[in-house]
């Protein structure tokens, strides 16, 4: 028989996360701030609980996919968090992405309720996510996250795993600073080759052709080609992402000069209002500070 | 009947394309600064030219692939050089990297040889040249680029017709522009990872599970897995385009921040003395940045 | 009568400060992690305190010059710490550099003890702290700045009221960050200068003569000149601090370019291991970028 | 009795120069592009030539005073170029900002003429033009330059020799590296402050308090405090400049880290219409990448 499982987090990820576990079979809690995203997924036959320590409650396995620490922290550590409903029987799988730092700590502040931590960020957008196609980078307790298995399964296509606590997260730092400086220099060479007269469907046809093609590029494209940028990633996240990266970054004495490049871009467009369309909009970045 | 051909230039990447053509039938004369270099070439077939001017005396149709406008220069306007020999009959080929500024120049002081000029820079290294797989950027007179691409298709795999003269040349910056971006940006993630504490072969693992695979950073990750860097294209060449990038830009009014950062980073390796290894050598500027 | 002050952390910068308090006659009681420190104090008249606490308990003014929000948390909060004998009569300067939301929160941690708090970190280096020359950056009650202006002054010549608590960690932040951006654009300009065949001598003299002239210049020029850097301000205390302006642009949303270039090159003279030379060490960083 | 001197270019500096000169009692011939610049100074005594080679027959020392290479060059080599009138008896001062590979370029291209030539860029803005304040910095021969010292007088308040030809031209490029670097760094430090609640007062405060206080500060702060940028050295200038400065770091092998970033932003601030602002319009790029 599938555990019981409970879900925080209905958003953009989150959402299509849930719904697949609830498709895949196992009886499904869920709990969101906004009570409004938990009505599609109640009318498929998710049950919502009124708190996150009510969900805690009545579920063997937890997973919380939210914006970040601060979110995660008031889910767990806030009035009526799940934490206080933690036992050494269950399984808390935290799923948004922060920094290594953090989930270290979390980890410590976690021990006094004996609950098994798994921490388990995703590499993948909301389309990857609809389709169950996600890369789980999974850190913590190898036997464990083998044991999970089966239930990242019905979220993604494959589980990494990645180390000791706290890998997870540093891998998923570590994909999404290559995403960030992926997008950015395609965004940085397209406009640069618009400036110099060449056609947006050459440029394309020239990256498809060599060693450069990324399936990102062409998805991306789509959206530079419409002028149009619906979230896939919001803007607004991965700066928030690169500052952990940063962090972490300076922790470990790692170099990123690039990287230091990328924030400040991703933060022009967030100063431009610009954050909640998707990061390939760091397109407009560049136009904007074309003057052109 | 082939038209014959004369090809100067005879480094890492003339070399292959200029076998490929004489595999592929054409009558070639070929000649090179250092006359070694073409020892392998004429045991094939290959006729010899005293100087370009004695190549372009006895050639329909000429290409240049050399490091840069200084070495096409000399071979043009140099002491014996090729374009006192040019005439309207002809047509003369630059395939070597320049910028679209040069590429125009260059085009006016034709003029007055009447040779028909066409400039026509690749997409790709070492590996595709000797494959004959590289991508073949013309800019130039379209009808006169579509009676060229049987000669062209002996190199490489396809011809992309980027806009009349120097839109070849700007394409080729805007797709070195790219890999440079994306080489860094997979050095500087990778190098942070390994700071992490994460492995590379897991983090080769997530890459190649979602969307930034390219691929490049498989191919370049056997560099850094052996860490020895053999030269499919040389870091000092990169160097150098980035230089002629940076210059196009600024006549353009293009922003290119990250661009910027990476002629730094690359000229960070010439200094220490490894410009003539490959450009995934930036993944030792990372290490050597990071001081362990 | 003069208060009774209690001094607690006696560095670079602390150690003079405090003598000079002595000096002016206030009865004062010294605390340092390292006792050998304490003794060319002691020798003048000072009581060396057993601990954070037993200070505290023995002071009417207890002040902190530590480096940093680690040191200084320790001091007030770790086994024996001052802050368990604060109380509503006594007041608290912390004169470390430290980020305003830090300073934000611990006034909101001290706030129980009803102790006075008051941020009043300095412009300066060691020169200016044993010459009495700081300059003082208060923030919190202007009131109690003034009462305390006598005490400052012993230390400094100067007191500047910035604002509210906070505003005086806010206004260090500002300063260091010019600091460090002027000394990173003078060891740059001088090495391309160099590079460029400049004399050290001659530059200076340009310098000196124009609207560039700051007295850093000429103070750091020495150290360059006789290429030894000692500390009058440690270059990992400016990589700590520039780390601080970062955080702080990050949640205040202000572009800091050359500040995420600064960090960066200030780290890389860490990574080299000249983190306990001057700031002018940046000099060698360039010169190590440079190859020669 | 005085030379006769011919002076191109009456901009913002060489009108003030050329007028100093005048005022010293030194015959005066003018030539300016835009011939209605002319005329102030004609109405002072000075005779105005027709064209540059006019100009150059009737003076003994010439001297050019404008804004880059390009226009220079038109001076000298155009439709009645001055370069045309050259002869050994007299001397050629290049007083225009332009690269020392410019420089020692044009010097080859001076030599047939046997003109003595010297370049002597200056130090200062408009308001030391007027005053005769700037700091002349000579390259060339030496003997020449001392005997040139009574005329640059004239102009401005110091001499300084810095070598051989291109060598005024590379001090040039240092000092207005430090400049961009100095203006930029203030800029981008109290923007910070700003956003941060800081108060502009307070912080000219601190900064006239400490050893980061050039006199350009307070002057540039005048601009900030009326949020009005009338130009006393144009932002597009320094612009042009940096964009030399990199040109020369990268044939020196010079890492400028921070040049780059300055070119990259003061190019923002042409490409939002400000070139003809003051360069400390930067603090609007500043203002403009906050978006608040």
């Known amino acids: 028989m599938k555990p019981k499982v409970g879900f925080m987090g209905l958003g953009i ?29 109640a009318k498929l036959g998710a049950k919502v609980a009124a708190s996150p320590k009510a969900l805690a409650q009545d579920s063997q396995i937890i997973i919380a996919m939210v914006t970040g620490p601060e979110a995660l922290y008031e889910l767990l550590f806030g009035p009526e968090g799940a ?24 980890g410590k502040e976690l021990a006094p309720t004996a609950i098994r931590f798994v921490d388990a960020p995703v590499s993948g957008t909301k389309k990857p996510a609809e389709d169950a196609q996600l890369v ?20 993604g296509k494959k589980v990494i795993y990645c180390g000791k ?7 998923k730092m570590f994909i999404n600073l290559l995403l960030g400086l992926m997008m950015e220099g395609f965004a940085e060479s397209v406009n640069f080759g618009r400036l110099g007269g060449l ?9 498809s052709s060599g060693a450069m093609n990324a399936p990102m590029f062409q998805v991306k494209a789509t959206n530079i080609r419409n002028k ?32 230091q490049m990328l924030l400040h871009l991703y933060r022009l467009g967030v ?14 970045v560049m136009e904007h500070l074309s003057g052109k």
Not at 14 to 40: C, D, H, S, V
Not at 273 to 284: H, N
Request: negative net charge; charged residues 15%.
């Open 83 to 106: 934490a206080a409903a933690f036992g050494p029987e269950q399984v808390f799988i935290n799923m948004s992405s922060v920094s290594p730092s953090f989930t270290l700590e979390l």
């Open 13 to 41: 990820m989150g959402a299509p996360m849930a719904a697949n576990i609830l498709k895949a079979g196992y009886p499904l809690t869920i709990y969101n701030r906004t009570l409004a995203k938990a009505e599609p997924l």
């Open 271 to 284: 100063a431009q209002g610009w954050g909640d369309e998707d990061i390939s909009a760091v397109m407009k």
């Open 165 to 171: 606590t706290g890998q997870g997260s540093m891998m």
């Open 199 to 207: 056609n947006l469907e050459t440029m394309l046809e020239v990256v």
């Open 136 to 155: 789980i980078l999974a850190g913590g307790n190898q036997k464990r996250v083998e044991e999970l298995e089966p239930l990242f399964l019905t979220m």
């Open 228 to 259: 149009t940028y619906p979230a896939s990633f919001p803007l607004k996240h991965l700066a928030k992402d690169a500052k952990f990266v940063l962090d972490t970054a300076y922790e470990l004495g790692a170099p990123v000069p690039a990287g």
